[in-house]
């Protein structure tokens, strides 16, 4: 399984990005798909997850309202973000699980190599 993430870049602060996940290698819906973020100085934190067939989804507190988690009939996850805010600036990776579905980055067997998001203000 190979995961690509792509979408990131600079955006001023209230503005809105759409980060893509393109997964290969095995059959996609079987996936459990998650956006997690690493801002500079601080460990790597969740953001938000889509449960197989997009039947259920999670949110940290600091998404919720803001970044919507999704993906389409293709082998890709999204993550759309609104209203974004400084503190919102990491590389945001995805990940993938073949069996589990959580918050917590050790369910996630397969990642990608992470977009830069930078929001100035």
């Known amino acids: 399984v190979q995961l690509q993430a792509s979408g990131g870049g600079l955006v001023q602060a209230g503005g809105s990005l759409r980060l893509s996940c393109a997964v290969s290698g095995r059959t996609f819906h079987s996936y459990a798909m998650g956006w997690f973020r690493q801002a500079p100085g601080k460990e790597r934190e969740f953001v938000a997850a889509?449960?197989?067939?997009?039947?259920?989804t999670f949110y940290a507190d600091s998404a919720k309202g803001r970044f919507t988690i999704s993906r389409d009939s293709a082998n890709t996850v999204y993550l759309r973000m609104n209203s974004l805010k400084p503190e919102d600036t990491a590389i945001y990776y995805c990940?993938?699980?073949?069996?589990?579905?959580?918050?917590?980055?050790?369910?996630?067997?397969?990642w990608g190599q992470g977009t830069l998001v930078t929001v100035s203000s």
């Open positions: 990940a993938a699980s073949a069996t589990r579905f959580g918050t917590r980055e050790g369910l996630y067997e397969y």
């Open positions: 889509n449960r197989w067939g997009g039947t259920s």
